[in-house]
C-alpha cells in the first residue's frame, strides 16, 4: 500500500515537471527599425516569434511623398482584392500605421498570437502595384 501511494506521488511529479518543461517562456519584444522609400519596405520579409510584442519604428526616407504601413492576416497579389478584404472583414487587419510623411518616423506596436504569414502592405495608390508590400512570418 506504501509503495503504492509512493508511486503515484512519483508520477505526478513527473508529470509536473513534464508540464513545466512543456511550459515556454514569453517571447522576449523586438525592436525593429524599418525603411520605407523607392515603393519598397526595408526589410521586406521579417521573421518574429509567436507571442512576442513587437515594435516596428518605419522611417519615410523619400524626399516627397507618404507612405502607409498596414498588416493582414493574409497575402494578396492585388491591392483591390486586399482593400476588399479589409472593408468586408476589418478583422483581417492586425495593426496599421498611418501614412508617414517624408523624412518623418511613426512606430506601432504588435503582437502576433497566431503563427503564420501575414502581409505587409502599402494602401496608397500605386504604391502595392510598384511593390511596396512584403510578409511577417511568425514562428510558432
Known amino acids: 500500500m506504501r509503495s503504492t501511494r509512493l508511486f503515484?506521488?512519483?508520477?505526478?511529479?513527473?508529470?509536473?515537471?513534464?508540464?513545466?518543461?512543456?511550459?515556454s517562456e514569453p517571447a522576449e519584444p523586438v525592436a525593429l527599425a524599418m525603411e520605407m522609400a523607392h515603393y519598397a519596405y526595408t526589410p521586406d520579409d521579417i521573421a518574429v516569434p509567436t507571442g512576442a510584442e513587437i515594435t516596428i519604428t518605419a522611417t519615410n526616407g523619400d524626399n516627397s511623398g507618404r507612405h502607409d504601413l498596414v498588416i493582414v492576416r493574409d497575402t494578396f497579389t492585388k491591392i483591390e482584392d486586399a482593400k476588399r478584404a479589409m472593408r468586408s472583414d476589418p478583422e483581417i487587419v492586425v495593426a496599421e500605421l498611418d501614412a508617414v510623411k517624408a523624412g518623418k518616423s511613426d512606430s506601432l506596436v504588435v503582437t502576433f498570437d497566431e503563427p503564420g504569414v501575414y502581409q505587409i502592405l502599402c494602401t496608397i495608390p500605386g504604391h502595392f502595384d510598384n511593390g511596396m508590400r512584403g510578409t511577417v512570418t511568425v514562428e510558432g
Open 8 to 23: 503515484a506521488v512519483l508520477v505526478s511529479l513527473a508529470l509536473v515537471v513534464v508540464g513545466c518543461a512543456g511550459a
